[in-house]
């Protein structure tokens, strides 16, 4: 069974920095792109940082380019989202997902994990 975890959420104020995690089973790297997803109050999901290890693809939206970076140990099944230079913008639900195909697009992902909330105070 595919089970995604993320984890990691909480306050931080404008300009600080935070990790999310995202623990990962009954699937590997290997067979599975992972993307992170955002979720603000009263907007669309949108895709934020995807990594996938099979091609060496990335996916990043423009909002987070420089400032949120994507990696993954595998060992440990988990992929992370560092996210520096917060903005308050950058307040919302986090989500992680696991994708065939990868990309940026919300309609591609078959598995997702519960959210982790972050918030941005200014």
């Known amino acids: 069974e595919v089970q995604l975890q993320a984890s990691g959420g909480g306050l931080v104020q404008a300009g600080g920095s935070l990790i999310l995690s995202c623990a990962a089973s009954?699937?590997?790297?290997?067979?599975?792109?992972v993307g992170w997803f955002r979720q603000a109050p009263g907007k669309e999901r949108e895709g934020v940082l995807c990594?996938?290890?099979?091609?060496?693809?990335?996916y990043s939206a423009d909002s987070v380019k420089g400032r949120f970076t994507v990696s993954s140990d595998n060992a440990k099944n988990t992929v992370y989202l560092r996210m520096n230079m917060l903005k308050p913008e950058d307040t919302a639900i986090y989500y992680c997902a696991a994708s065939r195909t990868g990309g940026g697009a919300s309609s591609a992902y078959d598995y997702w994990g519960q959210g982790t909330l972050v918030t941005v105070s200014s």
């Open positions: 009954g699937f590997t790297f290997d067979d599975y792109a």
């Open positions: 990594i996938s290890s099979r091609d060496g693809n990335a």
